[in-house]
């Protein structure tokens, strides 16, 4: 097992370094110019100086490779160093954020906390939903239960997010007037009504999203269910007289979370795409919103590094999936 | 009697598939649910002949009347009229990026699964393009090449063009992990053995023998996919990254619709609708072809 993991973990770097690399060449082709928005009094040497001094002089490959060290090496040393107070700092010129010239990493900070509140609240929920739901589905199939399960599924799985979330504004925003439709981050919980201020604001860009995982993840969770509720050991498990809530949460679901979890692991990166969409409609200002201000700004730097965490989280999860799914089942040997 | 007999086989070979679909109410209202889109889309605009790009400001944001069933948006235009004409872009674009996205799919999965030697290289190449994150990439590919398209082909044509090759583009690998797999169980069996053995061209046996067998996974591929790709396109243009403002398809429809969201929400409900009941309608004959095309179907 350890091997494997070393294995795949020696595998995802040349991955990686490919999938920066595209990012890295798609962005070089942008049109945009960052000098675009200078005033135009600005005399064209001193335009030119501001072009090197963003480092645009130097061909594409001799930025990559600066790109890259400022990615993996000096920024992640900023962030140990204010996280730990040690001075470990890198040397070398940080990556800036030419929408802001704050350095990309310290904005991406800011704003992953209203994401990872988001997007792991509506997980959470969204796990808590689907596995009731799929395991009721798949103990009586074809029932009137698991049709209305499958159409939740597939409404769930069809209704794009952000009509979702705005068909939640117009209900509990518009219409009843119960909770913001706006994200307010400079919110800070303090004490009982500001907690229940942050619940509010919450509740419907989790539910948008809580929706979408549990239709996704109560379909694997009844096929999941119902592959096992027909094996032998079922049967064994009943003729031994075991009451059937037994079966059920003792035995068929430990079993039939096995696939489960690796699709659990599997869906994390997409969830963290799915907020781009929600952040938009409730004004979350977390990565997604981030992402989306820094195309339509041109902010280059910004989209390379945020596209490219994307693209680590998918890696990541990919392999933190396949150990899961090691670990967990026994007759699985990768080695 | 006997020609009848010998046709028999022949006749019967799509006739439990379509037996199977019949039995699947789901399956059915799906594909029922999607012809009326089609005809509400294709003959829609034939019947109400009402320019969707009419400006008419002294009856903007108009509630439903006679002249405007559905009332009218912030520049008096027709939402039913723009409605039609929009579900006419949103399903072109469906099925044009599926279209690519399938074909793609299908070339990749038949090359890796049927020569040894390109498979490896094919494989890797899906994996990459798997471990992309689509809707960023998307959004950028939109970005860069949206001028440079519009300035040659016109401003709709170019970003249609655009919209289609990047979503077929980015949405090919899921059939070609699928087809591969077919094929690769398929290069087994003896009938391709015999072909081979009697000297058939490897490309007179892909055509004549191993596409026609993996056609029922390229349908469910194909079928899933224009859902897919319609939830893309929607996606991109309320992002407000995807079709401008004077080209009505549904997700754009519902980008602008949100603007006014607190005076007027009815008008964000009718192309949101639109586009839910679209992928829903595609998603359960998907579904429900996937069973039926199922040997081992229940």
Known sequence: MLTYTMRRLALAVPTLLLISLIVFLLLELAPGDPMAQMPLTIPPEVREQMRIALGLGEPWYVRYVAWLHMVFVVEPSHMLA???????????????????????????????PQTLWVVGLSYLFGILVAVPLGVASARRPHSWLDTIGTFIAMAGFSVPTFFTGVLLIVIFSVTLGWLPSMYDTT??????????????????????????????????????TLDNLAQDYVRAVRARGMSERAVLYLHVLRNAMIPVVTVIALGVPNIFAGAIITEQIFRVNGIGELLISAIHANDIPMVQTLTFLFAVLIVLFNLLADILYGMLDPRIRYD | MTDAAALLPLR???????????????????????????????????????????????????????????GTDQLGRDLLARLMVGGRITLAVGVMAMLIGVGLGTL?????????????????????????????????LVL???????????????????????????????????????????????????AQAIGTPPRRIITRHVLPNVLSPVIVSATLGVAGAIMIESALSFLGMGFPPDVPTWGRMVHDAVDYLQQFPGRVLWPGAFISLTVLSVNYLGDGLRAALDPRGI
Do not use: C
């Open chain 2, 144 to 194: 860069l090449f949206r001028e440079a398209l519009a300035a040659r082909l016109g401003e709709a044509t170019g970003i249609f063009l655009l919209v289609v090759g990047a979503i077929g583009l980015t949405s090919w690998m899921h059939t070609a992990r699928i087809v591969r797999a077919d094929v690769m169980t398929l290069k087994e069996r003896d009938f391709i053995t015999a």
């Open chain 1, 82 to 112: 204010a996280a730990t107070g040690v001075d470990l700092a890198a040397e070398g010129s940080r990556l800036l954020s030419w929408q802001s010239r704050a350095p990309v990493a310290e904005i991406i900070a800011q704003r992953l």
């Open chain 2, 12 to 70: 019967s070979q799509w006739r439990p598939v379509w037996e199977r679909l019949r039995g699947n109410r789901a399956a059915l209202a799906g594909a029922a649910l999607f012809a009326g889109l089609l005809v509400f889309v294709s003959i829609g605009p034939i019947l109400w002949m009402v320019d969707p790009w009419a400006i008419d400001p002294d009856n903007r944001n108009q509630g439903p009347s006679l002249g405007h069933p559905l």
């Open chain 1, 187 to 224: 919110l800070e919980v303090t004490d009982w009504d500001s907690l229940r201020r942050q619940a509010a604001q919450l509740a419907m860009p989790v539910t948008v999203l809580a929706l979408y995982n549990a239709a996704q993840i109560s379909r694997y969770v009844r096929a999941a």
């Open chain 2, 108 to 140: 990749v999965g038949v090359m890796a699964g049927y020569f040894r030697r390109l498979d490896g290289v094919l494989m890797r190449l899906t994996d990459l393009f798997l471990a992309l994150p689509m809707l960023p990439i998307l959004l950028v």
